[in-house]
């Protein structure tokens, strides 16, 4: 076997492997230029790579691990999400280019016919693979677009594929190469092939069990969620409630009152009373009224003051669970913000909803005491149960960009300004 030509033809292989995973996963902008900015250089040093080594006589590995780190950048260049991800990304590519590789080698010792029409073979073997492989491993791996691995998982994907890619497959060639041993050959070729779709599918168990977990802690947190509006909700009506009983009471007062000026008096309680029913909004948008109006109520509670110019007239295209879920968690972070500080001249919660172009931007502004620490570009949790908080900037960002967008935050001067930019939709 002309060891040589096949390296020659590993690269591209790889590259399309690569592919095959990077479909399903949430692509950079402008992903398709910087794709195939990334297999052009791939090919370049990995022919350079050849090139020294054929001159130098040494063995190929320095080749495959070369190919291997170009994967890893090619997941990191084009693809979101962590660098763990790119790792097991490019492990994942590289036991699917494996695979076929297999069988295209054991299909030409078994078949010696087909070694006239190598190239026809391996095309038809990479393309029954490669369309495999995506149906039974690619699609399903990802979460939300991710891979959403740690380190551990990518660590375990690197020293369970690479040791049978590289050296195993290499010195089955070589003592078939040497010896002969067809039966040995196939042997090994078989344990190889089983190994490879073995990996894959545990990877893809594993993602699986992942998403599972991943969805049950998210219902669980809906589910907090859930419990805590219906307190907030009852703790609103009970204001309304004490306002509504102070107002019989101050009516009643009024209608004895002689005095002009404690008239006057008794008219302006009422006024600062009734205020509170001005905390009804209207946005163009009756999920973002009902949302604004809550908080708006909290707000008054908690003495904070509430600034809100909100136009909601062109959020139509957003699911009302979603926008639901985005105003609540921003206000709710804001809010439970302000509420540590103890400066009333600081307790300031301020929104902004409008539309610039053709996107619909919306600014949360509030102080905070303390620090922030940012994780991910986004604010890490305060409370000591990390794994059952966190998820409201989490929320945020996942929704935003399901529609999209992007968000950004900024934490100068102890004031907190989260920017949300959505595409508008034109219908």
Known sequence: MNIWKLLCDFPLQYILACLIYLLPLRKKQGWILR????????????????????????????????????????????????????????????????????????????FPALQQASFAAMMGILAAVFLYSYLLFARRLPISGEYRVGWLEAWRSVFIVIPFAFFLSMLTQQSYDRDGNLTLYLISRIYALLCCIFVLWIQ???????????????????????????????ENIDIINRKCHDL?????????????????????AIENSVMIYDSSMSTGNDVLDTILTERSLGCEK?????????????????????????????????????????????????????????????????YYSGSIRMENGLPHTTKSDESSHGFGMRSVKSIAEK??????????GQIFLLSILLPISES
């Open 35 to 110: 794709f195939l900015s990334a297999a052009a250089v791939h090919i370049c040093l990995d022919q350079m790579m050849l090139r020294i080594l054929s001159k130098t006589g040494g063995t190929m590995t320095p080749a495959f691990f070369l190919s291997f780190l170009l994967g890893i950048f090619m997941f990191w260049f084009c693809a979101e999400g962590s660098f763990p991800d790119a790792v097991f990304g490019s492990c994942c590519a590289y036991a699917t280019q494996h695979l076929a590789y297999i069988l295209h080698s054991a299909a030409l010792v078994i």
């Open 204 to 234: 893809t168990s594993i993602n699986e069990k992942v998403s599972v977990e991943t969805e049950y802690r998210t219902r669980q947190m809906l589910w907090e969620k859930q419990r805590e509006q219906y307190q907030i909700s009852k």
């Open 248 to 268: 019989k009471y101050q009516v009643a007062a009024l209608r004895q009152e002689q005095s002009e000026s404690r008239r006057n008096e008794s008219l302006d």
């Open 302 to 366: 908690e003495h904070i003051t509430w600034t809100c110019v909100a136009d909601g007239s062109r959020l139509g295209h957003i699911d009302p669970v979603d926008l639901y879920i985005l105003f609540g968690n921003i206000l709710d972070n804001a809010i439970e913000s302000v509420r540590k500080i103890e400066d009333p001249a600081r307790r300031v919660v301020s929104l902004n909803v409008y539309t610039r172009s053709n996107m619909a931007v919306i600014q949360a502004e509030n």
């Open 403 to 412: 529609y999209g967008g992007s968000i950004s935050i900024d934490t100068d």
